[in-house]
């Protein structure tokens, strides 16, 4: 089962390292607003890095949680879909693809409405985030780490779809797993630098991720109509590629 979900896995590695831009600019800039919440003391030297680390941890756990979910549900509707096999997960993980690299590209007016739910549940957690702050302890820094993995973003919602076609709970969870380990180490080293990292932020760092995004939802889309037509998967996709559980 392992070997059905290496395209997946590989799929949601390519997906975080393309949008590793957008996510140092976006998420270290939470990450710099996380550190602000930590009393003075406490945040000083290596402590730093400790705590942005519980964050990421936090986070990492609700990307892990959301990809589960994602998965049982995804394994439930792709039992209804017409006839196409494996073609449509890596058409469907095309298509969103598509859109979120237009959204990089500064035209994201159809991923917004995606995100609109996903920004509704932020404000209604408003509440839960108030009654972490101060983090003082590290639990609550894996509480607020937790619910800014439920922060909408078009870069996760990629990611989860890859997980919906996982074919079950175990595997969405462990392609949300390996997406949100990938973004750990580059997230907290934004959050402790800080301002010194905002020009990750222009137009330039988008329209690489932009770019990177649309590479990848290109081969996703290649992959499908291979397969849809009957055709053996492409190079470097493997007998993996066909999920023997769907």
């Known amino acids: 089962m392992i070997e059905a979900l290496l395209p997946l896995i590989g799929g949601a590695a390519l997906l975080a390292l393309a949008g590793m831009v957008h996510c140092v600019g976006m998420c270290g800039g939470i990450g710099t607003a996380l550190t602000f919440a930590i009393p003075e003391p406490r945040r000083r030297g290596a402590r730093l890095w400790a705590w942005q680390l519980l964050f990421a941890g936090g986070r990492v756990a609700g990307y892990t949680l959301l990809g589960a979910l994602a998965g049982a549900l995804g394994g439930q509707l792709l039992n209804l879909l017409p006839a196409g096999g494996p073609a449509w997960p890596a058409l469907f993980s095309g298509l969103l693809m598509v859109l979120l690299a237009w959204h990089f590209l500064g035209n994201g007016g159809a991923l917004r409405a995606l995100e609109r739910p996903g920004a ?23 509480g607020l780490g937790l619910l800014w993995g439920l922060l909408p973003c078009g870069l996760v919602y990629s990611a989860l779809l890859l997980a919906a076609t996982a074919g079950g ?3 969405g969870a462990l392609v949300m797993l390996v997406f949100g380990a990938i973004t750990v180490a580059p997230v907290a080293a934004a959050g402790v630098a800080g301002g010194q990292l905002r020009h990750l932020r222009g137009p330039g760092a988008r329209r690489l991720a932009g770019v990177a995004t649309l590479g990848l939802a290109l081969w996703f889309l290649a992959q499908g109509l291979w397969l849809h037509s009957g055709a053996l998967p492409l190079p470097f996709c493997g007998e993996a590629s066909v999920p023997t559980f769907l």
């Not at 509704?120 to 894996?142: E, H, N, S």
């Open 169 to 171: 709970a175990g595997g």
């Open 120 to 142: 509704a549940l932020w404000r209604w957690l408003k509440p839960a985030r108030a009654a972490l702050i101060p983090v003082d302890r590290p639990y609550k820094a894996l």
